[in-house]
């Protein structure tokens, strides 16, 4: 088992950063992968980013060139660095974990952190 807990998130202006982060705990030494989804109202949730444990970055189009995401030495956390943000960014972003433990694959999801940016 996996527990995730997202923070940062919150009300911007347009143009403004924002960094979210999610601490992970509970087996994280099965982690594989990381990721930030994020589900504006009245939408399907999309990928943002992913990051796995040896480290390969993926990037989805949404936010393609206005984020960075990282996790620390440890693995067991998960940033992402979201800059020059727009109305449309507003959504609840979700952190994603995927792990593997006794040859079986498990998906774990946060309880979500909410950006609104507002113009």
């Known amino acids: 088992q996996v527990q995730l807990v997202e923070s940062g998130g919150g009300l911007v202006q347009v143009g403004e950063s924002l960094k979210l982060s999610c601490a992970a705990s509970g087996h994280v030494s099965s982690i594989i992968g990381m990721a930030w989804y994020r589900q504006a109202p009245g939408k399907q949730r999309e990928l943002v980013a992913a990051?796995?444990?040896?480290?390969?970055?993926d990037y989805a189009d949404v936010l393609k060139g206005r984020s960075t995401i990282s996790s620390n030495i440890a693995g067991d956390t998960v940033y992402l660095q979201m800059s020059s943000l727009k109305p449309e960014d507003t959504g609840v972003y979700y952190c994603n974990v995927e792990s593997v433990f006794d040859r079986n694959n498990y998906v774990y999801w946060g309880q979500g952190t909410q950006v609104i940016v507002s113009s």
């Open positions: 990051i796995t444990s040896g480290g390969k970055i």
